[in-house]
């Protein structure tokens, strides 16, 4: 029996496991999209602001390296905030952000719903 790490340097470690959709997505070049739980909470999100009034419309896009959700106030405008996934990034800052207008990340992260934590609303006292 030989010992992994001394016979492993300079090849190529390929037992490590890799989702299949990964696999397919480098092989085809398919583009990145959100799963239907992460569009799930996106949409549960943009509906509450919908709701308040602040947002009117959005766009989905897949793109080779990223999946993104812009938001608008209307739609001849610049999104207001881009929700984003980028997978290159989950083993580092993490594969989701949220970027303002001006291209300012605002929040970055592993878990969806802590980034999309910063749309939560801050209570506020109200004197009378």
Known sequence: MTDGG???????????PIP???ARRERYGLPVTFNRRELDQIL?????????????????????????????????????????????????????SVVAASGQILKRGHELPRVLGVFDRNLKLVKA
């Open 44 to 96: 549960r999100v943009y509906g509450i602001m919908v709701a308040a009034g602040e947002w009117r419309d959005y766009a989905i896009d897949h793109l080779k390296d990223q999946a993104v959700f812009s938001v608008f106030r209307r739609t001849s405008e610049v999104p207001l905030f881009r929700i984003t996934k980028t997978p290159r990034l989950k083993n580092r800052q993490g594969a989701y």
């Open 6 to 16: 001394a016979a492993a340097e300079g090849q190529d470690d390929s037992s490590i």
């Open 20 to 22: 299949l959709s990964e």
